[in-house]
Every structure is written in C-alpha cells, then in structure tokens.
C-alpha cells in the first residue's frame, strides 16, 4: 500500500475506535433510579399516563386517530358497499 492510503486507513480506525467507544459520556447523569420512582409509584394512574403532560396528550392524539380512523374506514366499507347510481 501507498503511504497516503496506509495513513488514511489508520485515521479511519482511530475515528471508528472514537465513535463506537463504550465509555460513558461525561456531564450525562443517570436518572433511572428517578425515573423507577415515578413510574413504581402508586398514584391510581395508568402506567401510560406516569410519564406527565407530554403522555396524556401523546395517549389522547393516538385516541383519536384511531376513532377517527375507524369512522372513516366504516364510511368507505358503506360508500363502496352502496355505491351511487349513475
């Protein structure tokens, strides 16, 4: 090999050994022991409201779409089934 391509290949391994390195990133703080407390809590809420704000309104968008999805697909199995005259 040339010496331009061996000294590319070896930036290339020393970038990939970087980016798919194991170490933990520093400043990033492990919030799972917060986060078991939330949602092992016994509050009376569904665990798919636990999350807050953000889950209820995820949880009613997704309601939603699907009631207005089933309404809409009734209406074409009726509109097909009866079609109009001509």
Known sequence: MSGLATRGLRAFHQLSQRTFSTAARKGVENRVREKQK??????????????GVSDAILYRLTMALTVGGTIYVLYK??????????
């Open 77 to 86: 199995l009726f509109d097909i089934a009866l079609p109009s005259k001509k």
């Open 38 to 51: 939330i949602f092992q809590a016994d509050n009376g809420l569904p665990i798919h409201l636990k999350g």
